[in-house]
């Protein structure tokens, strides 16, 4: 079982930047993907951004060039750094991690992110 926490999200106006993070917590575990997907009302749920042992960074369209997902594995922490964010950004981000060798995913509980134009 891994435990995820997400926090740094918040109101910022349209321009502004936000630095999400996610620390995983657990035992015996070796995280082979770590991500962000997030859900704006009225819509499905999208990956954001994803870090894996094996690729580089990918992340939507919609994002890139403005938010960085970075990884420490040390702390098994991923963050996502947004920079000059939309209103159309506004959403739950949800913190996600996949176990290396097993078929799941484990989600967080959510953070809000709220871009005001």
């Known amino acids: 079982q891994v435990h995820l926490v997400e926090s740094g999200g918040g109101l910022v106006q349209a321009g502004g930047s936000l630095r999400l993070s996610c620390a995983a917590s657990?035992?015996?575990?070796?995280?082979?993907?770590m991500g962000w997907s997030r859900q704006a009302p009225g819509k499905q749920r999208e990956l954001v951004a994803i870090?894996?042992?094996?690729?580089?960074?990918k992340y939507a369209d919609s994002v890139k060039g403005r938010f960085t997902i970075s990884r420490d594995n040390a702390k098994n922490t991923v963050y996502l750094q947004m920079n000059s964010l939309e209103p159309e950004d506004t959403a739950v981000y949800y913190c996600?991690?996949?176990?290396?060798?097993?078929?799941?995913?484990?989600w967080g509980q959510g953070t809000q992110v709220i871009v005001s134009s």
């Open positions: 657990g035992s015996n575990f070796r995280l082979r993907a």
């Open positions: 996600t991690a996949s176990p290396a060798g097993i078929s799941v995913t484990y």
């Open positions: 870090v894996t042992n094996d690729d580089g960074p």
